[in-house]
């Protein structure tokens, strides 16, 4: 089945800086990938959609100046978390959409971040 | 290599209909099974199940975990058409990751 890889899984940063989370559809090409944040009791929250080539589109409430996404080719998109603070640790989920194909979605495994 | 496997990856059923899903995985290190209901934007949670046996109930949904036999069940009930959905099952490991399923996909029709 298809494959969706995080990198890197877990991360530590100090308060201030800027922590970059790449999403990788291994085995498909992604026209659309979606980044996800994980609330405690689990529920998954949208952060935004990304389409290959254009902008990102952000929920109602996510800073787009503070995550930033970029989906530069149809295997990769990057989350970046800027001026992270202790209140944005969390554990962020991408997942690749093949392009034709509406409802399937692959997840990542996740990537943890704690900020200090 | 971890896994996890959904059936059936499609599914259509009249209202009324009592529906099974199911859910098996092989992971190192499992830590708990998590259900969601995936409508529009973000899945939705449903379930967590980490205990052997012990079924959980929400309204006409239920679910239970085997994890003898790695696998878990979630039951609708009645269905309506607002259960029309994609199923998510996913597995969390010690190692804090998580594994999802590719999803069932339920039709509920009038």
């Known amino acids: 089945g298809a494959v969706v890889s995080q990198h890197p899984s877990r991360v530590i940063c100090k308060s201030g800086t800027s922590v970059k989370i790449e999403c990788r559809s291994l085995?498909?090409?992604?026209?659309?990938m979606f980044w996800y944040r994980q609330f405690p009791k689990q529920s998954l929250m949208l952060m935004a959609t990304?389409?290959?080539?254009?902008?990102?589109?952000?929920e109602q409430g996510v800073e787009k100046d503070k995550f930033l996404i970029n989906h530069a080719s149809l295997t990769l998109s990057t989350l970046t978390v800027t001026s992270a603070h202790p209140e944005d640790s969390s554990f962020y989920i991408c997942s690749a959409r093949e392009g034709g194909k509406r409802e399937t979605q692959y997840f990542g495994p996740g990537t943890r971040l704690l900020v200090l | 290599e971890d896994k996890v496997v959904q059936s059936p990856l499609s599914l259509v059923v009249h209202e009324g209909d009592t529906v099974t899903l199911n859910c098996s995985y092989e992971?190192?290190?499992?830590?708990?099974l998590l259900w969601y209901k995936q409508e529009k934007k973000a899945p939705t949670f449903l379930f967590m199940l980490t205990s052997s046996g012990i079924e959980k109930k929400s309204g006409r949904l239920s679910s239970i975990l085997d994890k003898k036999e790695l696998f878990s069940i979630l039951n609708i009930t009645a269905t309506q058409t607002g259960d029309s959905a994609v199923y998510l099952c996913a597995v969390k490991t010690s190692y804090d990751k998580v594994i999802f399923g590719p999803g069932t996909s339920l039709s509920v029709i009038p």
């Open positions: 992971v190192t290190n499992f830590r708990s």
């Open positions: 085995d498909f090409q992604a026209t659309t």
């Open positions: 990304s389409n290959e080539g254009s902008k990102a589109t952000y």
